[in-house]
């Protein structure tokens, strides 16, 4: 089974400070990808990596960047946190093929304050 | 752009009925559309998902979909839910299976009824 893996479940951060999200997966999959998900708006596509070193902005990259220095691990990493990024995180990854779906994590779970 | 749209925010659904989710989209080409499932503080898990062909499609724990091209609709649908279906249902389109991402609806919460 794919399996990926975030590192946290859940996060209590401050505001301004650096937080680093870490996702893992374990099925050698070129695209990886960061959502957002929030009531009532679903998933956002913050951003995605389609190889190592390589990153694209999604739809609500603001606040965000990201880190991709080996095929299996994507980082988010939120510079300066703010209360506005409390939500939870999903991960996700999926083969670099077409006519495949993406798999995704358990998410994390964060809160500033 | 591409877009989903599930009208239904919540359903409420008694056990032993039939169920069906409804979703639209917006898209230029040949979509590749998926629904995926998320019990309460999980992740997402792929129901189904349709690329070509048969446009009924089969998923797993008895769900099936059905793709009609003229009404730009991939609606979500189970003969006899159980309470165990209880959760969030999303619909999402993509391309190329997801290389660049997938555009979810806002989903859709299912509740069963004893």
């Known amino acids: 089974d794919v399996k990926v893996t975030q590192s946290s479940r859940y996060l209590v951060k401050r505001t301004g400070e650096k937080v680093f999200l870490e996702c893992v997966q374990d099925m050698d999959h070129e695209n990886m990808f960061w959502y957002r998900q929030d009531p009532g708006l679903g998933l956002r596509l913050i951003y995605f990596?389609?190889?190592?070193?390589?990153?694209e902005k999604g739809d609500i990259p603001e606040g965000y960047s990201v880190s991709r220095e080996k095929k299996e691990r994507f980082s988010l990493i939120l510079e300066s946190a703010s209360t506005n990024q409390t939500s939870m995180y999903l991960c996700?990854?999926?083969?670099?093929?077409?006519?495949?779906?993406?798999?995704f994590g358990q998410g994390t779970r964060l809160t500033v304050v | 752009a591409q877009s989903v749209t599930q009208p239904d925010i919540h359903i409420t659904v008694s056990e032993g009925a039939s169920l069906e989710l409804r979703c639209n989209y917006s898209?230029?080409?040949?979509?590749?559309l998926f629904w995926y499932v998320q019990s309460p503080g999980q992740g997402l898990q792929l129901l189904l998902k349709y690329f070509s062909g048969d446009t009924l499609v089969q998923g797993i724990k008895g769900f099936e979909a059905e793709f009609k091209r003229s009404q730009s609709s991939f609606n979500l649908r189970k003969p006899s839910v159980h309470w165990s279906d209880a959760a969030e249902y999303f619909c999402a389109v993509g391309e190329g299976g997801g290389a660049d991402g997938l555009t979810f609806g806002k989903g859709t919460h299912l509740i069963i009824q004893p």
């Open positions: 990596s389609y190889d190592v070193k390589m990153k």
């Open positions: 898209y230029g080409a040949t979509p590749y």
């Open positions: 996700a990854s999926s083969p670099g093929q077409r006519n495949t779906e993406a798999f």
